[in-house]
């Protein structure tokens, strides 16, 4: 029987488990990145490990997040992790480099390898053949401290993509068709591969688009083979040493499968406000536009931006709308300088910004109120952008582009205009903007700790009754967003748990975390879906610090449900669904005989004040118990040494 390409890489990397849906494993990690907003946290937790060197191949630290620096907070976080990564041997990337993720695409990223990384959006690797998974940051920093991650094998599903995309179409586009049909939580549990002949018409910048939102799918990862234009790509970065050709074999078995027949796509968006509310642009219309702004992990490589210079070349930006771009890498806007471009973008009246996440997680940039925002971005929550009233769409840079011109959005494909193809071109490596920690090590390096960075919350072992008082009862599809949100405001306190708890849900229930303080032990009730989006643990080790000790759901988002078992909070899923519905605010619940029940597959839940027990399933593996039981990955590891 043929194998996947996903399961040749992980077989490749294998060290404990069998390699088949829904076992535990634990692989062998070769590259790590982290990014500054879970970074401090990532690397106070390798501190509490009391490593040395790190573990993998390469390691990076990237600042991208927090770059306004409105106050000594961000600075003082940048000094922090630049200190942490010369002790321990993990090269630094100073802000203004550009987003981490583009940035490990252009320097560093390998076929075949695998790599971990503190974001949701490390599945970028997927472009060029890597096996890149996003994780909570103290999977990261135990992955930095002994080269391995435990995870459960998904299952694969095979996406065939047929034929090439026409003008005006591109891979954002891709992307958004297979959100459309898989939606938010279509991915959980599963590695996409994309296969088929139409593979060949996409370079790994198209392909990089394509395994980065696969995160909004709720995806493990996402990969695409390594083949010639991975070699080209790697060559254009003077890294072709690094091509290795990989694929599937041609009679390999998936457990699921989807058909994109590429000629057929038109330019989609996602409506307000989730990334799976796709339309087509014609049917959505062509309705006014206020703000536009391309850039992100998702669309910011050289070819998006060259054709974004392409279209606003001698043209005006409408006088009604406001377009911003934050290009992905310092040497990608080198280039557009360098050719011109550049002055063709800021001569149309565009606004440039730091290469940067910007606007993407709310560091400015927020529209005006009741504004209609077109981004580039891969997510749309409510209030992401900072506005609470304001529209985003999320499109392809051609679709922004346009719409940026006309003042409204617009359909490319019938606008009667011509697309330029973009040419690749070879990049000069530079590596300016990187620290490497030569010379440095644990001893001659003290910790830069600046006075906003507090020790992160450690919970205690799991007590023989657990009690706990419903402090929310939540709908589906509850991101880490709405758990514990992020923008200018609150992203300098990432390293200050004490501080962000204040805000912990404040967009969708403003007095929860008083409800919090006052009841001391808390529960949260959650639909389907709970915790999709962001990789930040913050979204349990607030909840953490306010009391909560379990959550109850329909169904878990793959890293927020690892996030919690890392804080010793238990994750538990309705075995009857239409149970959450006789649960209210206040009510008290109670598990007895913890210890014993969290090893069984049904955990019971009495509702003391309803006179009620639910059944719920735990799903627990055997290090997750161990983590449980101890009250958390960091107690576990110290205690047991996993
Ligand atoms: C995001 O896109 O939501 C972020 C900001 O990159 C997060 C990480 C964070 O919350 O710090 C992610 O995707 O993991
Ligand atoms: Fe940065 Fe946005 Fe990408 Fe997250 S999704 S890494 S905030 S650019």
Redesign the pocket.
């Known amino acids: 029987m043929g194998k996947t390409l996903a399961y040749k890489i992980l077989e490749d990397h294998l060290i404990e488990g069998k390699l088949s849906p829904g076992e535990e494993i634990t692989i062998r990690i070769d590259q790590t990145l982290t990014?500054d907003s879970t970074g401090t946290m990532v690397y106070l937790q390798l501190e509490a490990m009391e490593v040395d060197r790190v573990k993998t191949e390469l390691s990076v630290a990237y600042i991208?997040?927090n770059t306004l620096q409105t106050g000594f907070e961000n600075a003082d976080d940048h000094e922090f992790i630049k200190s942490v990564a010369e002790r321990h041997g993990v090269l630094f990337s100073k802000p203004g480099n550009g987003?981490?993720?583009q940035l490990h695409l252009e320097n560093y990223g390998k076929p075949g390898k695998t790599l971990l990384g503190s974001?949701?959006?490390t599945p970028t690797g997927g472009g060029l053949g890597m096996i890149a998974i996003g994780a909570g940051g103290l999977d990261v920093a135990v992955a930095m401290a002994k080269g391995t991650y435990s995870l459960t094998a998904p299952k694969v599903v095979k996406v065939e993509l047929k034929g090439a995309l026409r003008p005006w179409v591109s891979a954002k586009d891709v992307i958004l068709y297979v959100l459309q049909q898989l939606t938010v939580k279509g991915g959980v549990g599963r590695i996409i591969e994309y296969t088929g002949e139409g593979v060949k018409n996409l370079s790994v910048t198209d392909r990089a688009t394509i395994t980065n939102m696969g995160a909004e799918l709720g995806a493990t990862t996402s990969v695409f083979p390594s083949d010639e234009n991975t070699r080209a790509y790697l060559k254009a970065q003077g890294r072709e040493d690094a091509y290795r050709p990989l694929a599937a074999d041609d009679d390999a078995v998936y457990d699921e499968e989807l058909v994109v027949e590429l000629d057929k796509l038109t330019p989609l968006a996602a409506k307000p406000h989730s990334p799976d509310n796709v339309d087509s642009v014609g049917n959505i219309g062509e309705i006014k536009v206020d703000q536009v702004a391309i850039?992100?992990?998702?669309n910011s490589s050289y070819t998006d931006l060259m054709k974004v210079a392409a279209i606003l070349k001698g043209r005006k930006v409408h006088p009604d709308v406001s377009l911003v771009i934050s290009p992905g890498s310092s040497r990608i806007l080198e280039k557009m300088a360098e050719n011109g471009a550049l002055a063709d973008i800021i001569s149309a009246g565009a606004r440039i910004i730091e290469n940067a996440?910007g606007p993407?997680?709310g560091m400015g940039q927020s529209p005006k109120s009741g504004a209609v925002s077109l981004r580039t971005?891969?997510?749309n929550f409510k209030g992401r952008s900072g506005t609470l009233d304001a529209d985003v769409y999320l499109v392809s840079p051609e679709t922004a582009a346009i719409s940026a011109i006309r003042g409204v959005l617009t359909d490319g494909m019938s606008s009667g205009e011509s697309l330029p193809d973009i040419a690749m071109v070879d990049f000069t490596p530079n590596d300016n903007f990187i620290v490497y920690p030569d010379g440095h090590d644990k001893e001659n390096t003290p910790v830069a700790m600046g006075p906003n960075i507090k020790p992160f919350p450690r919970n205690t072992a799991l007590p023989e009754t657990v009690e706990a008082k419903v402090v929310l009862h939540a709908g589906d599809n509850i991101t880490t967003d709405d758990i514990m949100p992020s923008d200018s405001r609150l992203l300098p306190y990432r390293s200050n748990i004490p501080h962000l708890s204040n805000y912990c849900f404040e967009k969708i229930d403003s007095g929860f975390s008083q409800r919090c303080h006052e009841a001391g032990r808390c529960a949260i009730i959650g639909g389907e879906n709970y915790g999709q989006g962001?990789s930040r643990e913050h979204a349990a080790l607030a909840p953490l610090y306010l009391g909560v000790k379990f959550v109850i759901a329909k169904s878990f988002a793959r890293i927020h449900r690892s996030n919690l078992i890392n804080s010793g909070i238990l994750p538990l899923v309705f075995a009857n669904p239409a149970d959450y519905d006789t649960l209210e605010l206040g009510d008290e619940l109670v598990i007895e005989n913890a210890p014993q029940q969290v090893k069984a597959d049904t955990i019971k839940v009495k509702n003391v004040t309803k006179g009620l027990v639910y059944d719920t399933k735990p799903n627990f593996s055997d290090l997750e118990i161990n983590m449980i039981l101890k009250g958390g990955k960091i107690n576990a590891i110290k205690e047991s040494g996993r």
Do not use: K, M, V, Y
């Open positions: 990014q991208d997040h987003i981490c993720h974001d949701s959006h850039g992100s992990c998702t996440c993407c997680i971005f891969n997510r962001s």
